[in-house]
């Protein structure tokens, strides 16, 4: 018998604040819709919301923005933009909705297998959390990939030039 979701939505929140300091650098939190596979790898926990997808997706990414250690870029299923209203009704009103969450995140459209491939990867080191939504429209999980807040990518391509230029291994 498959192990039953964990948590509800009496208390996915307070998972997700729990979880969130531990979390840092690449970490994963994924908020996923309702037919998003529960996967077997000791890295990944799922749970499930009860909640709406924006209304998810716009937690996270507020708490996200809210911590002092994480930021986070956002992968986007590129599927999504060709899925088409006679085929899945609220497809385009849902399209509009991530559109207006999304402004001025760092959004990342990528083929739905390869996004699951990298968090497929990703677990094998590190943890990834999956939040599950009642949302039945495809392609419309959002990838949340953590970041270090206070140590942006270019800083860190300057450290590694200088130690290459020190000698430094």
Known sequence: MADAPRLTKLNWELELHTLLPL???RNWIVVADSAYPAQSKPGIETIVSGAGQIEVARKVLDIINASRHVRANVYIDKELAYVSDAD???V???R???DE???GANKIPMLHEQ???KLDSVSQVFRVLIIKTDLTIPY???FFELGCAYWPGDAEERMRKAMAAS???
Do not use: D, E, N, S
């Open 92 to 94: 385009a009103r849902y």
């Open 88 to 90: 899945a009704p609220g």
């Open 115 to 117: 996004i699951i491939a």
């Open 96 to 98: 509009k909705q991530l």
């Open 23 to 25: 979390y840092g650098h």
């Open 167 to 169: 000698g430094a291994k």
């Open 101 to 103: 969450l999304l402004a």
């Open 140 to 142: 419309t999980t959002v």
